[in-house]
């Protein structure tokens, strides 16, 4: 796992709070229920800080935002260097 992935992983547990559960970046997150709807604006904006990519939300889908790993490649694939 990379550092910024660790830092992802890290922001997660924290937003979810629930007590007991450990994730590491190919943890299910939105198909398991981790995360809701609206937890997934959090991620996105914090995906742009760690990556220091835009990535228009329009071209993101649940499924892109459902791992740690998922996400980075996601950015990767359509964030546009700041």
């Known amino acids: 796992m990379t550092a910024d992935e660790q830092q992802m992983v890290e922001h997660i547990v924290e937003l ?14 939105v198909s398991s229920g981790l995360i809701d709807s609206m937890e997934l604006v959090d991620l996105l904006l914090r995906l742009e800080d760690i990556t220091h990519r835009r990535i228009p939300a329009g071209k993101v889908q649940p499924k892109d935002m459902d791992t740690v790993a998922k996400m980075f490649a996601t950015a990767e694939r359509v964030g546009k260097p700041r």
Do not use: A, F, M
């Open 16 to 29: 979810i709070r629930k007590p007991g559960v450990t994730i590491n970046e190919n943890t299910p997150l």
